[in-house]
């Protein structure tokens, strides 16, 4: 280890940086971010220095850089791009012992600048030892997805309960364990989904009674998006990697599935025509059961759970029987294969309103506001609409739409195995016989549709049909 990780703390301390362009600026940012009072040696400063110089937030010294610059001060950058001036500051500061830095020059550094990840009061620094700073930019942006912003604002809470727990535990050992509970528990959840008033009771309570373990779980209804993996929410990646439990719709493709805890229980519950695995209030009943016996349970869902995928009637059972829970939103279906299918669902020209229907049949017909849905200069979006595709067309021509009106099938949307079928509303169930399409299919209705030749340009792998989505309830199962 050539370098030691250290944090300085320079709240209030003098700091020099030599050096007026653009590369001094940003260390001046970074040590007056950190609190530092910045003094610039230059002849000449850059504009977004200058203006720092003149509004009084730094120093100035307008000449060439002198050994009388470093008096007093807690620590050098040299930022210039002359060599011997910037070997002349790294000299002179550490026969000082000051400890300083020259920017993208270790050898004559006696501390470096690492890539920083700012969670303040969480900090986490990442460096090459000046090997490589843009790999270090990129492992720090590795990070930003794994480290949630929250984790400032929870390490801030925990602070001010410390002493508290000082009082309440003498232990250094049972503290420890005590904070591990915290940290492991709901508590961290409330932080992260904002209901900080909550996590601060449940911090009050957990001291008062010496343990922050809990009787109940709770359960994250998290959407899982249309089937690509990387279109999920951090928080929907970081939620599936700590559920002890995994319950999963048919719709959720076997790449996503992947990305769960290995060790997670699971249970298939997905639901096709007249094969429903679970039926619903099965469902909402073991997401109750699960989390009453401590578990943190994941209720994975295709799309958005808030858009037909009855998400509501799920966590209002949760609500009743007094659960906690928390929901993540997903990509919904229709703004996932519209993207990944060149047709976007508004358009200047074409279309100025967007509705998304359920095309689910019920004893044999669908029960729909005809004459809103064939209005013109409108997108209409019908999910689960392959069974009932032949009442949708009759319905919408004898309604007034245009037989010739463009529509779209985006099958498997948004993974490698996408298909995408143009026709019209005239040809489209003539289509779905032809073609053999299957679930899960989307059906864009629209003049929108036009542009999918001009704008595709998701160009999936070569189609081997055994679908993701079939195969992950087999593979889990």
Known sequence: MEFLPVFIKLDGQPCLVVGG??????????????????????PELSSELAELASSGAIVHRAHRFAASDLDGMRVAIGATDVIEVNAEVSR?????????????????CSFIVPSILDRSPVLVAVSTGGASPVLARQLRTRLETLIPSAYGRLAAMIEEYRELAKQRFSETDTRRRFWEEVLEGPI??????????????HIEQA????????????VYLVGAGPGDPDLLTFRAVRLMQQADV?????????????????DAERFYVGKEKNNHAVPQEGINQLL???ARQGKRVLRLKGGDPFIFGRGGEEIETLA???????????????????SYSGIPLTHRDYAQSCTFVTGHLKEGSLDLNWIQLVQPRQTVVFYMGLTGIDVICQQLIAH??????????????????????????????ALVAESGVRAPTLTIIGEVVKLHDKLDWFQPAEHVYETEFSTAAKRYT
């Not at 002179?92 to 004559?108: F, M």
């Not at 961290?188 to 009771?201: I, K, M, N, P």
Request: glycine letters at 10%.
């Open 188 to 201: 961290t959840e409330l932080v992260f989904s904002g209901r900080e008033a909550d996590a601060r009771r």
């Open 400 to 429: 007034g739409m245009a037989p010739d009106m463009p529509a779209a099938l985006v099958e498997q949307g948004t993974t490698r195995n996408q298909r995408v079928h143009i026709g019209t509303v005239a040809s489209l169930p």
């Open 21 to 42: 362009g653009t590369v001094a600026a940003r260390r001046v940012n970074l040590l007056r971010k950190a609190g530092g009072h910045v003094t610039v040696v230059a």
């Open 207 to 218: 001291l008062a009674k010496g343990t922050a373990k809990e009787g109940v779980g709770e």
């Open 288 to 290: 109750v059961d699960l």
């Open 246 to 262: 995994l319950v999963y719709d048919r719709l959720v493709s076997a790449p996503i599935l992947d990305l769960a805890r290995r």
């Open 320 to 338: 009743q029987e007094g659960i906690p829970f928390q929901v993540v939103p997903g990509i919904t279906a229709a703004a996932g294969c519209a």
């Open 92 to 108: 002179l500061a550490q026969a000082r012992s000051i400890p300083v830095n020259v920017v993208d020059n270790p050898e004559l």
